[in-house]
C-alpha cells in the first residue's frame, strides 16, 4: 500500500448525508442532560436554552432537532452577519436557534432576536463551545436576560458513545469498517467528537485516493497523518 504525499490535497471530500433526526442522535451520560432539555420544551422554565460542550458533540443537531420540533428559524453565527437582516428572516416565526452564539458580535441584534421570540411568547435556543461566563455579552440587558436561561452542559464523549460516532461516521459514508479498526482508533486517537469526525473524513479520502478498503494497516497510517496535521 503507498499513500502519496499528494493525499491531502488530491482527494476531495464526498458530500456526506447524516441523519439530523432524533432517532439519529446518539444519546449517553454525557449529552442526556441537554437531549432531555430540548425535548421538555416546550415547558421551559425560561424563554431560552443555552446548550454548551466541545466542537463537534451535537450541538448543532440538537438545535436542529428542536427547530423542526418548534418551527424555529435556524442561524448560525456566520448568518447573522450574511446578507439579509435575520430579523426580516425571522418573519412570523416566534422561535429561533442561534449557533455558535458565543461567536455573535453583534450584541444589539442578538438581543433584538431574543425579545422578539420572547415577546411574541416563543423561546430561543443558542449553543456554545464554553459555558456562558466564559463569553457573557458586554451589553446589560442581553447579559441580563441570558443568566436567567435554562442550561444543559454536554460533556466529553465516553469511550461507548465515541466508539458510537465512529461507526455513525463510517455509516453516513457507507462505508464497511471492521471493528478493530474502531478499536484501533478509539485507543489511539484524539478523544473528541470533532477528532472523530476529521479522521473518519481522512480515512474516507485515503481508502477512495489509493483504492483500498479500510483496514487496520491504512488506518495506522491514515491516524499518523490526521495527528501530525493537528
Known amino acids: 500500500m503507498r499513500l502519496e504525499p499528494s493525499l491531502r490535497q488530491m482527494v476531495l471530500d464526498l458530500p456526506v448525508q447524516e441523519g439530523a433526526g432524533l432517532e439519529d442522535f446518539l444519546r449517553d451520560l454525557s449529552n442526556e442532560q441537554a437531549i432531555d432539555a430540548v425535548l421538555s420544551w416546550p415547558d421551559w422554565p425560561a424563554p431560552a436554552l443555552i446548550i454548551d460542550g466541545p466542537a463537534g458533540c451535537g450541538k448543532s443537531h440538537l438545535g436542529r432537532i428542536w427547530a423542526a420540533r418548534a418551527g424555529a428559524l435556524f442561524l448560525s453565527a456566520a448568518d447573522v452577519f450574511a446578507d439579509g437582516c435575520p430579523i426580516e428572516r425571522l418573519g412570523r416565526l416566534r422561535a429561533c436557534v442561534i449557533d455558535d452564539a458565543d461567536h455573535v458580535e453583534d450584541d444589539v441584534l442578538l438581543l433584538q432576536l431574543y425579545n422578539i421570540c420572547r415577546e411574541r411568547g416563543g423561546s430561543v435556543l443558542l449553543t456554545a463551545s ?27 464523549p465516553r469511550d461507548e458513545l465515541l466508539a458510537a460516532v465512529l461507526v455513525k461516521q463510517f455509516r453516513d459514508r457507507q462505508l464497511n469498517v471492521p471493528g478493530e479498526v474502531v478499536t484501533y482508533l478509539l485507543r489511539n486517537m484524539e478523544r473528541s467528537f470533532e477528532a472523530a469526525r476529521r479522521t473518519v473524513r481522512a480515512l474516507d479520502r485515503a481508502s477512495l485516493h489509493a483504492k483500498w478498503p479500510i483496514t487496520l494497516p491504512l488506518a495506522r497510517r491514515v491516524l499518523a497523518l490526521v495527528q501530525d496535521d493537528a
Do not use: E
Open 130 to 156: 464554553t459555558p456562558l461566563g466564559a463569553w457573557l455579552p458586554t451589553l446589560p440587558d442581553l447579559a441580563s436576560r441570558l443568566r436567567t436561561s435554562l442550561t444543559a452542559h454536554i460533556a466529553a
